[in-house]
């Protein structure tokens, strides 16, 4: 593993005079040192992301293909040295860490194959008399200069859901990664530029949250990318100005689980989505509405499911929960908590910090709608269980949310899948399974306090182009 991370600026890799350390939140070692940008070095990337976006432009879809296979190619070759780097900043337990690093390459790979059919279509114009002899094309062009933000949770992956469609789209990208885990976006500037994608069109670049505002206001910058929490994404869409914005925000995800669910099935699904990494997903599982007839039966059995994951080391291959991001969060996550046993929420597994870093995996039942554990995103690893006897109550309470990301529904009842799919107001709903659960080629993205538009490659692309129409009148007289 490297112990050092020189940033990228514009086809350079460089160093400055603000050392970043970068540490392990489960005990505080060192991973790797890199650096903070300076207000000139963002200057230097922007001005550079302009000047190459003629370059980018006209890149023929062929070669921006071929450069993201190359990526996709890199990435599975290095798997492994990815993988314990990503598991060291971000605490992220190894098997999770190999699995992003596969859904990274993943990612590059269909916006790969997606260079290469970015298309358009042609329009009848004769549906008047006055449009006679005449025909319109529609074809999609580069947007121009992209600015990125992603976050510490999935450092890779995220990142590349930024890159690659940029890449793909034919423009140029400046990215900030989060600065508690910046070393993974650097390990993909590296394959970009092994890859060779043009100088000047890629800058990765750790900088503070007071630079990382030039990206949000700077007008040469056509288009914004951000994913991170609702109240910072909602607040540099303001000043934005006139380019174009893709929000990632957060959630507070919600399953059902009516009483033809298969319970073994579904708790199983609700450990994996509620507790991985910690809960530190927009889309973890955190409101589960059960069934009153099978309540007891599932609940029983997701405490005891819950009580056995193994807690530590994100590098024991055999860790299923490790560290949060930082002490800060284990306190707050503390004390809502605290704060909602008080209001009368019980605690069937966990409710205690286990060290400086590491909050037990945690299921509460009967906590208030208005507890913070329910209405905010808790964004830990803890799940709240509710009762429910009537589908459409749940369906309800499900919606009665500020956030819309994505849901789940567990039920063999085609009537009740379909009302779930009209009813339930999020950008996705996944059916037998955890809202959690995601393909990197779907569109993901959420609708009120949970975003605006459409990531996977696909949609991302078309939120990074603009299509243009020509018209040709074919009969001059």
Known sequence: MATEFPVYLAGQWERSSRPLPVTNPFDGSSVAGTWLASDVDVERAIAAAAGAAPVMRHLPAYERAAILAKVSAILTRRRDEIGRTLAGEAGKPIRDALTEVDRAAMTFHVASEEARRIGGEVIPLDLAAHGKGRIAIVRRFPIGPVAA????????????????????????????????????????????????????????????????????????????????????????????????????????????????????????????GGFAYAG?????????????????????????????????????????????????????????????????????????????SVFAPTVLEGAPETAKVCAQEVFAPLVALYRFTDFNEALAALNRSRYGLQAGVFTNDLRHTLDAWDVIDTGGVIVNDVPTWRIDHMPYGGVKDSGLGREGPRYAIEEMTEPKLLVINREIS
Not at 292 to 302: E, G, I, S, T, W
Request: glycine fraction near 8%; hydrophobic fraction near 45%; charged fraction near 20%.
């Open 280 to 356: 530190q997903s927009c889309i973890s599982v955190q409101r589960v509405f059960v069934h009153d007839r099978v309540y007891d039966a599932f609940a029983a059995d997701l405490a005891a499911r819950v009580t056995a994951l193994v807690v530590g080391d994100p590098l024991d291959p055999a860790t299923d929960v490790g560290p949060m991001i930082d002490t800060g969060e284990v306190d707050r996550i503390e004390t809502w908590v605290r704060e909602a046993v008080a209001d009368g929420a019980r605690v069937l597994a966990g409710g205690t910090r286990i060290s400086r």
């Open 149 to 272: 933000i992603s976050p510490f949770n999935f450092p890779l992956n995220l990142s590349a859901h930024k890159l690659a469609p940029a890449v793909a789209a034919g423009n140029p990208i400046v990215l900030k990664p989060a600065t508690k885990t910046p070393l993974s976006a650097l390990f993909l500037a590296s394959a970009l530029d092994e890859a060779g994608l043009p100088k000047g069109a890629l800058s990765v670049l750790p900088m503070s949250r007071e630079l990382g505002d030039r990206l949000v206001t700077d007008d040469r910058f056509k288009l914004l990318t951000f994913t991170g929490s609702s109240s910072v994404g909602w607040a540099m869409k303001a000043r934005a100005g006139k380019k174009k914005v893709i929000l990632e925000l957060g959630g507070n995800a919600g399953v059902i689980i009516d009483e033809t669910a298969d319970l073994a099935w579904a708790a199983k699904r609700v450990v994996t």
